[in-house]
């Protein structure tokens, strides 16, 4: 919710688009079908533009298969890719071609709107895993996953961390002020994979930083 509210803001601060429509509900029979992100149209061709909004984490498994679309999975291995994207073009795009969107959005010609999907995706891959993925997949890959064992191994000296809660996930390390040594975040690292709930840890290392997830898998 708070990204969908960022994303809005950013949208009408274009100079290209104009917001029509935010968060759309869409009932039938005092019931709840769903909800459509965006309307949009665009400022010099005024096309209208149904827009979702989509913003995961995903890690690349490479041992569930031969095929890479089915190898990205959540931190804790309750969801995938494939199935977002799945769901995403089977129930939630239909929504727009529903009657109950048409009444919402009855000054428009249903026809007439486009789709297209906003998807910010953070991608990470193994510990020290090399190989060559297509660049729609790299240029999303913003840091590596390992386990507890491997973790506690790494060089930590010179190094501070920062465990971020879910909602500063996005944010670019360098922007967080409170570190912490490893000995701090031990404890809270070794429960929190005990429980089986994965971390993601920021690293600073002198001038540099680093994103990775701590998994319990």
């Known amino acids: 919710h708070l990204v969908e509210k960022i994303v809005a803001v950013l949208i009408q601060s274009s100079t290209n688009y104009t917001l029509l429509y935010e968060n759309i509900q869409l009932t039938e029979n005092k019931r709840t079908i769903g909800e459509m992100d965006f309307i949009l149209s665009h400022q010099k061709t005024k096309q209208l533009i149904h827009v979702e909004l989509a913003y995961k984490f995903y890690l690349y498994d490479p041992g569930i298969s031969a095929e890479a679309i089915n190898n990205w999975i959540g931190p804790n291995r309750n969801d995938f890719l494939k199935e977002k994207l799945d769901k995403l ?27 297209q999907l906003c998807f910010l995706v953070s991608l990470f891959v193994p510990y020290q895993y090399e190989t060559n993925f297509s660049a729609a997949y790299q240029q999303a890959i913003k840091g590596y996953y390992l386990n507890l064992e491997s973790f506690i191994g ?45 971390l993601l840890c920021w690293q600073k290392h002198r001038d540099s930083y680093s994103t990775f997830f701590i998994v319990w898998w």
């Open 154 to 198: 790494l060089d930590h000296s010179e190094r501070t961390y920062y465990l971020p809660p879910k909602r500063e996930w996005g944010i670019y390390p360098a922007e967080n002020e409170n570190w912490q040594d490893f000995e701090q975040i031990h404890t809270r690292v070794s429960k929190s994979i005990a429980e089986k709930r994965a």
């Open 89 to 115: 073009k089977s129930k939630q795009f239909p929504l727009l071609y529903h009657p109950a969107a048409q009444a919402t959005l009855d000054q428009f010609a249903i026809k007439d709107i486009s789709q």
